[in-house]
């Protein structure tokens, strides 16, 4: 967007807020935007917390439902298929339907087969991946296939591993569902695809090909999963670095929730902000 003629500036107001604007006066995270009419929404940090619904959470989904807009839920885990998800989340009291989930391994299949419709790859992860790749025509196999891909896992075989490096040494192309270097558990962090991804890269001096947030492709593909616009779409997020980032890149409205990883003082501290920063998705429900 170009600059007006400073004489014209001065002749502008700050612009009236619509009844559907919830900017605050001289918030200038943002330049004016339509009406949200979809919405997309990481999981963890955000929804869920250690297990747990966060307060308002079900609410928020229940609202969002009932008001016929497109919506997703977000998650760079591809452990799980989205009828996995769909059911834990079931448990914490959130009736998300299992098309309304769009994981990083959903993401990375559809980048494949968008890349090289019917290929082949060498897959080290689980269930969530597995079933998305098979989804989309891919053949799995060790046999020279066109792709590794990297993706998260419980249980990290050094064998599994090694054979990706071998592969990728005689030419498979290296893709990693997410950059994300750890991962949550009731002991502590665990390693998670990133810190696997650089072992691999150190051995092949081979840089993986992200799908997962932050990428933007993540974004773009969940938009084009709900035919949204990013003009009227709105991301929450509970992390600078990936939801608010990814959402910013994208195009989004991007809102900060205090319910995860990133706090309002280290939000300060990133070179770009979030379009606005609230307690949680409980401040979002009658917005929608």
């Known amino acids: 967007m170009g600059h007006l003629p400073g004489a014209v500036l001065r002749t502008l107001g700050p612009p009236a807020l619509s009844p559907t604007d919830h900017r605050h006066p001289g918030d200038d995270t943002m330049h004016d935007r339509k009406p ?4 997309l929404t990481d999981m963890d940090g ?24 497109p919506f997703l839920v977000l ?15 079931a448990r914490m009291g959130l009736d998300v339907p299992e098309e309304a989930i769009w994981s990083s391994a959903l993401a990375t299949a559809q980048f494949l087969a968008d890349q090289r419709p019917g290929g082949t790859a060498y897959v080290i992860g689980e269930a969530g991946l597995t079933t998305a790749l098979h989804a989309v025509g891919y053949v799995l196999s060790d046999f020279a296939p066109d792709y590794v891909v990297l993706g998260e896992t419980r249980t990290y075989s050094f064998e599994a591993i090694t054979k990706a490096i071998r592969l990728i040494d005689d030419g498979a192309r290296f893709i990693c569902t997410n950059p994300d270097a750890t991962g949550p558990s009731v002991e502590g962090a665990l390693p998670a695809a990133g810190s696997v991804a650089a072992m691999i890269s150190k051995a092949t001096g081979v840089e993986p090909y992200f799908v997962g947030k932050p990428n933007p492709m993540m974004m773009r593909s969940a938009l084009n999963t709900i035919d949204a616009h990013s003009e009227s ?4 997020g509970d992390r600078m670095d990936t939801d608010i980032l990814c959402g910013l890149e994208a195009g989004l409205e991007t809102i900060l929730v205090l ?4 706090s309002r003082s ?11 920063i609230v307690d949680s998705v409980a401040d979002l429900i009658d917005e929608v």
């Open 259 to 262: 319910t995860g990883i990133s």
């Open 233 to 236: 779409t709105a991301m929450i």
């Open 46 to 69: 955000v929804l869920v917390h250690e297990g747990q619904p966060v307060p308002g959470a079900p609410e928020f989904v229940k609202k969002l439902r009932a008001s016929g807009k």
């Open 266 to 276: 280290e939000a300060e501290r990133y070179p770009y902000r979030p379009s606005r």
């Open 36 to 39: 949200v009419q979809s919405w």
């Open 75 to 89: 998650t760079n885990n591809s452990i799980y298929t989205p009828r996995d998800l769909q059911a834990r989340l």
